[in-house]
């Protein structure tokens, strides 16, 4: 079974700039969330998605936004870049929505210069 | 969910027992300890995780307490692979990944 792919698996953007990450869950996975994860606060979440519906958000600006599609893809736009938002983005992914059944991928290291 | 707390780093000789403490006092009633690792470059994985009785796998154990103040995390033959962040998180089953993470415990394995 394939795991979670994450793409790209490295950015690196200019201040003011979006971006655009894309997060592909384990087949038949309905929940993906996205976590931000630097030095300095360390593994922090953004958001939860299950079945195309947000149902859990983090404390972060609205800058930071998702989507989940029918497939279950999902992705994650972050708009207006700042230096502070280089981090690890990473996803992961469950059938329900459960820490017991969390698969994570690999990340996209997002470089803002 | 409960605020956890683990000492920054640990070492552990290969082939013997890791033992990786976690303190979780304000823990309630219908919160789980979870513990996941971080491979250095990888994203989290999941070990284990327990409410009151003690839990094995093929990975690991988990040992916690009676009052459930806090909890160990046992790899019984550690491996250079076990190099990694091991994060100890207490939270409700079901609270739909808003796991609150901590700064874990870097687990150094030496030959």
């Known amino acids: 079974k394939a795991g979670v792919t994450q793409t790209p698996r490295y950015l690196i953007k200019t201040r003011g700039q979006q971006v655009t990450l894309s997060c592909s869950p384990i087949s038949g996975h309905r929940s993906v969330s996205w976590y931000q994860q630097t030095p300095g606060q360390g593994l922090q979440f953004l958001f939860e998605?299950?079945?195309?519906?947000?149902?859990n958000k983090g404390n972060f600006p609205g800058r930071f936004s998702g989507r989940q599609f029918s497939n279950s893809r999902s992705e994650m736009n972050v708009s207006t870049l700042e230096l502070g938002d280089s981090a690890l983005y990473l996803c992961?992914?469950?059938?329900?929505?459960?820490?017991?059944?969390?698969?994570f991928g690999q990340g996209t290291r997002l470089t803002v210069v | 969910d409960a605020k956890t707390t683990q000492p920054p780093s640990m070492d552990c000789a290969e082939g013997r027992a890791a033992n990786l403490p976690c303190n979780h006092s304000t823990i309630s009633g219908n919160e789980y300890v979870y513990w996941y690792r971080q491979i250095h470059s990888q994203g989290p994985q999941y070990i284990i995780h327990g409410l009151k009785n003690n839990e094995t796998n093929e990975m690991a154990s988990l040992i916690i307490t009676e009052d459930r103040k806090s909890s160990t995390l046992i790899l019984p033959h550690a491996t250079l692979r076990d190099t990694a962040v091991y994060y100890c998180i207490a939270s409700p089953i079901n609270s739909n990944y808003q796991l609150i993470w901590g700064a874990g415990t870097k687990l150094i394995i030496k030959p």
């Open positions: 998605y299950f079945s195309e519906t947000q149902r």
């Open positions: 992961a992914s469950s059938s329900q929505g459960a820490p017991t059944e969390a698969f």
